[in-house]
């Protein structure tokens, strides 16, 4: 089955620790998101990337941190800089079209990362 | 530069009641419009979207939205609700040829009571 994977679906970070978040599609989608879901808040974008090699900060970038090393996968780093790393975080992949138009956004299942 | 409002936070229905969970938009281009649907401890599940074809646009598990240009409004809507139908809702904006592409609402909690 086609579709996107994160893991794990549970974390825990103690403080001063960073945590990485796995990401992976096998849609053959260009673009991929992360975002991160707090209650009330909607979804708040923190990085996205249109190809491999290349990402950009979203609107809480801060804390973060990102690669995109393959087309599959974009892992997310939440670092010891993050202060309020408490929440679900969801990635996003999309096809890009000529043109450099987007298509749908499919989201995984999410991470909830928990501070210890 | 987009926004999305969603209007009502918690919005409560009887089962077999009409579902209507509102969204406003602003956008400076002709918009793409979508709207999700998140069960609890799951991801967001796109339940239809419009990209400037049909303004009534039929998605999955019976919803419907329509996009009306003169009231920047693209309100999701289901004849009778169901109790699966519990769950939050998201609309989103899009500018396609942006490459961060989507904007959210801050999300609709629907309860269906018995």
């Known amino acids: 089955d086609g579709g996107i994977t994160q893991s794990p679906k549970y974390l825990f970070r103690k403080e001063g620790q960073n945590v990485t978040l796995s990401c992976e599609q096998n849609?053959?989608?260009?673009?991929m998101y992360w975002y991160r879901q707090d209650p009330g808040q909607g979804l708040r974008l923190i990085y996205y990337?249109?190809?491999?090699?290349?990402?950009q900060k979203g609107d809480i970038a801060e804390g973060y941190s990102v690669s995109r090393e393959k087309k599959e996968s974009f892992p997310l780093t939440v670092t010891s800089a993050q202060k309020n790393p408490t929440a679900f975080y969801l990635c996003?992949?999309?096809?890009?079209?000529?043109?450099?138009?987007?298509?749908?956004?499919?989201f995984g299942p999410g991470t909830r990362l928990l501070v210890l | 530069a987009q926004s999305v409002t969603q209007l009502g936070s918690h919005v409560s229905v009887s089962e077999g009641a009409l579902v209507l969970l509102r969204c406003n938009y602003s956008?400076?281009?002709?918009?793409?419009l979508f709207w999700y649907v998140q069960y609890p401890n799951q991801g967001l599940q796109l339940l239809l979207k419009?990209?400037?074809?049909?303004?009534l646009v039929k998605g999955i598990n019976g919803f419907e939205a329509e996009f009306k240009k003169s009231e920047t409004s693209f309100h999701l809507t289901k004849p009778s609700a169901h109790m699966s139908d519990a769950a939050e809702y998201f609309c989103?904006?899009?500018?396609?040829?942006?490459?961060?592409?989507?904007?959210f609402g801050s999300g609709t909690q629907l309860t269906v009571l018995p």
């Open positions: 996003a992949s999309s096809l890009v079209r000529d043109r450099g138009l987007k298509e749908t956004q499919y």
């Open positions: 849609l053959n989608h260009d673009a």
């Open positions: 990337s249109q190809i491999v090699n290349d990402f």
């Open positions: 956008s400076s281009v002709p918009p793409y």
């Open positions: 419009y990209t400037s074809a049909a303004t």
């Open positions: 989103a904006v899009s500018d396609p040829g942006s490459a961060r592409q989507l904007t």
